[in-house]
């Protein structure tokens, strides 16, 4: 028997970390890492395995020495503090293994300090190794010949998981892009071929979680829609979830664009119970998107596609990137004209990075236009040189447009234009199935989320944080009562409070100066 221990470091603050949200959120920690619960899924049943996550408990450091492994897992963002806590591990002679994005990519990176390395997918060599290490014949170096086959992935241990520490729980129903783009790591690692997880296996993951206290679930998948028709059919599945159990969940996805050419497989997302859906836009300019091979936003009017997904019900959250090769310091107006009219709320705009293995890594290197020491300099927050301004320009431009982009009068005439003006049908699907079906449900439904949303207001009007934007937030919300929509909207409206604190506190310290570049 083996006493393993797997953690998941502390992650720095960042946009999608929601770190200054998660006060009003009583929550510790945006979502769980799955990687953490898939390995004990993954682990014989005599084995004893322990999870620590750092974003919800602390690390006890001489506590560890009674296990005969420790684990690491971690992305790009969390390289340094994972190399702390090798360090920590090794000064007390502690068996450790890495494995998960970042060693992929950066197999050298903590030379010295690890026993054995796990590269790209695990659902194969985890058990290997734990085999040969209980034989004393384990390997340094572990990586899959092939890809996991989907469909044979164990349930992952949800019960080892403090799920109402967090925010939100997730469910990973695919692995793979049939994309291109050159600056992106996830062909790297999961290839270019979409691998799906059956229907059953994801409703028996959500229904895990939804026993365990789960009510928003996030499917990680880096493209939800990779294969649609796979993708419909867990969809149909999920819509028949939802009537069994009168919709306690609701979910969000990260999908690409091309999702806007398909309205069967919007409307099911929206009859779903999927509120909002996160895409990869990068540029609104076609220059930009051509040379870095995002071909699938290349096919007409992209603010025409974003108002197509909204208007199915699902708001869109936007990735952005500046620093294209094609990008001059006019990028910033164009970015942010794009997302106004769009009425994009939620966007996080960051400077172009060459990740280690990705396609951009390999040629920027060739035309020496890499300088991987800046990626870690707090004033630059980038290995790229960019090719028609200087680093000072497009840092300068970036965390103008970030400003702009999360400045409260900006972010919420956005937030009217969707909401306001704009009617975005959220969860219509939903709320006609229960007023047909479970008249009840429909009232109770109504009752607590007016109640969520006004504890969600009262937390926002009484922290400190808040203080420098509660004047515009309150005019926003007046704007909202009267036009008269329903409960969900004034929860929406609540949420979006809670992120803009995030995104503003956020930006304003970088801009300040007050903390270091954060370009993720």
């Known amino acids: 028997m083996a006493r393993i221990c797997l953690i998941n470091p502390r992650f720095p603050t960042s946009f999608w970390g929601l770190n200054h949200a998660l006060p009003l959120l009583g929550k510790k920690a945006n ?17 004893e395995i322990v999870l620590i996550d750092e974003n919800v408990e602390d690390i006890d450091f001489d506590d560890l020495k009674k296990f005969d492994i420790v684990g690491l ?80 992935v164990p349930t992952p241990r949800y019960d080892l998981i403090k799920l109402r520490e967090y925010a939100m729980g997730c469910v990973q129903t695919s692995r793979g892009c049939p994309f291109q783009c050159e600056f992106c790591d996830i062909i790297v690692i999961f290839g270019r071929k979409p691998r799906v997880k059956t229907p059953a296996q994801v409703i028996e993951e959500i229904d895990a979680q939804y026993r365990l206290g789960a009510h928003v679930i996030f499917l990680v998948d880096d493209n939800f829609i990779g294969n649609k028709k796979l993708a419909k059919g867990i969809l149909r599945e999920i819509v028949a979830w939802q009537h069994k159990y009168g919709y306690p969940m609701a979910f969000f996805t990260e999908a690409s664009l091309d999702l806007a050419e398909d309205e069967e497989l919007m409307q ?55 620093g294209f090769d094609s990008d001059d310091v006019s990028v910033f107006e164009r970015q942010y004209d794009f997302l106004q009219q769009s009425h994009i709320i939620g966007a996080m705009a960051g400077m172009l990075s060459a990740i280690p293995k990705t396609p951009l890594y390999a040629r920027l290197e060739a035309e020496g236009r890499l300088d991987n020491a800046a990626a870690d300099d707090p004033e630059i927050a980038t290995n790229v040189i960019p090719l028609r301004m200087s680093r000072e320009e497009m840092r300068d431009g970036w965390l103008d447009l970030m400003d702009r982009l999360y400045n409260a009068e900006n972010y919420f005439e ?52 808040t203080r420098p934007y509660r004047a ?21 409206f609540a949420w979006k409070c809670m992120l803009h604190t995030h995104f503003a506190t956020m930006t304003r310290r970088m801009v300040r100066g007050e903390s270091r570049l954060v370009n993720t």
């Open 472 to 492: 515009v937030y309150g005019r926003a919300l007046r704007r909202l009562l009267a036009a008269g929509r329903p409960p969900r909207y004034l929860f929406q």
């Open 73 to 152: 897992t971690g992305m790009t963002v969390q390289r340094d503090r994972m190399r702390e806590i090798l360090m920590e591990l090794h000064a007390r002679d502690i068996f450790a293994v890495v494995g998960g994005p970042w060693i992929t990519v950066a197999e050298n990176w903590y030379d010295g300090l690890v026993d054995v390395i796990f590269i790209g997918e695990a659902e194969e060599t985890w058990p290997r190794f734990l085999e040969e290490w209980k034989r004393g014949e384990h390997q340094y170096r572990y990586e899959q010949a092939d890809k996991t086959d989907m469909s044979k």
């Open 414 to 465: 956005r937030f009217d234009d969707l909401f306001v003006k704009g009617r975005l049908p959220l969860a219509t699907a939903k709320m006609r199935w229960l007023v047909r079906h479970k008249p009840l449900m429909y009232l109770k439904n109504q009752v607590l989320t007016i109640l969520a949303a006004l504890v969600m207001i009262v937390r926002i009007w009484v922290n400190p944080s």
């Open 268 to 322: 099911l997302m929206a009859e779903a119970g999927m509120v909002a859906v996160f895409i990869g836009i990068e540029s609104p300019d076609e220059d930009a998107l051509r040379e870095t091979k995002k071909y699938q936003n290349v096919r007409g009017s992209i603010v025409e596609r974003v108002h197509r997904v909204q208007q199915a019900g699902l708001e869109v959250y936007a990735g952005m990137i500046v």
């Open 31 to 47: 979502m769980p890492v799955l990687a953490l619960p898939v390995l004990a899924g993954l682990t014989p049943p005599e084995d």
